[in-house]
């Protein structure tokens, strides 16, 4: 296939539900300027990973890479329906009328997202530090249980995989396991790609809250070890 015939590269600068994988700056510095070179936009899917998620407003600033277009919904406007696409005005030729939908635009959930917009932009130092330490609990946790085999992320959008410590396997079973046994013990935890838990908390939440996390966690973790033995 020719450059020609692409038109645009789609994807999420920090995979969601494929398991919570940060990519590498070279890596969408690479696809950055494969597109400049043969005219191909660059599509940032941020649905999951935008408005303060990372403790970046978009998680395209952790990179200082830009995509041409990106889609933003989910805390856009706290839990009220709206979504957008936002994309550099050379991108935005469109005529007046050209795309609409029967909610697009719907003034409630516009001012919801102002309010939230302005919100969020106050807890992005708080996001920052808050999931700086989690993630260094989490490596603590880590050097205890073999059985979690990498802690990844930003802010609070924070990935746990585990893995079989001996062939370091997926271990799509565990998650499953600890989803359950945490959800019974009053901790929604939910996974994503073959064996990873992804933490996606509210903005608001603290250190307090992470702790009872972390506590129900590791009471989970020692529970499924007399299980899987691992
Ligand atoms: C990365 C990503 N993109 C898109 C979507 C779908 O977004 P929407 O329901 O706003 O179409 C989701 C999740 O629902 C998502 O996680």
Redesign the pocket.
């Known amino acids: 296939m020719s450059p020609k015939e692409v038109a645009a590269f789609v994807l999420?600068p920090v995979l969601?539900?494929g398991g919570y994988v940060p990519p590498t700056k070279f890596f969408l510095k690479s696809l950055r300027r494969i597109c400049d070179e043969h005219g191909i936009l660059l599509v940032y899917?941020?649905?999951?990973?935008g408005v303060g998620r990372t403790g970046q407003m978009y998680a395209s600033e952790h990179y200082g890479v830009y995509p041409d277009v990106y889609?933003t919904?989910?805390g856009l406007a706290s839990g009220m329906p709206l979504?957008a696409i936002v994309a550099k005005e050379s991108v935005m030729t469109w005529g007046r009328g050209t795309h609409g939908s029967t909610y697009g635009g719907n003034p409630v959930a516009c001012a919801a997202s102002l309010a939230t917009l302005k919100i969020v932009e106050g807890l992005l130092p708080h996001v920052r530090q808050n999931g700086e330490i989690v993630i260094g609990k989490l490596r603590k946790l880590q050097e205890r249980f073999p059985v979690i085999g990498n802690v990844r992320g930003f802010g609070y959008m924070i990935g746990i995989e585990f893995n079989n410590p001996k062939t370091k396997a997926a271990i799509h079973d565990y998650m499953e396991d600890l989803e359950i046994l945490s959800f019974k013990k009053g901790v929604l935890l939910l996974g994503c790609g073959a064996s990873t838990i992804r933490l996606a908390p509210p903005l608001i939440v603290g250190q307090h809250e992470f702790d009872i996390m972390l506590g129900t966690l590791e009471e989970c973790m020692v529970e499924l070890n007399k299980k899987y033995r691992y």
């Not at 899917?45 to 990973?49: A, G, L, P």
């Open positions: 999420e969601g539900e899917d941020e649905v999951q990973s889609c919904a989910k979504g």
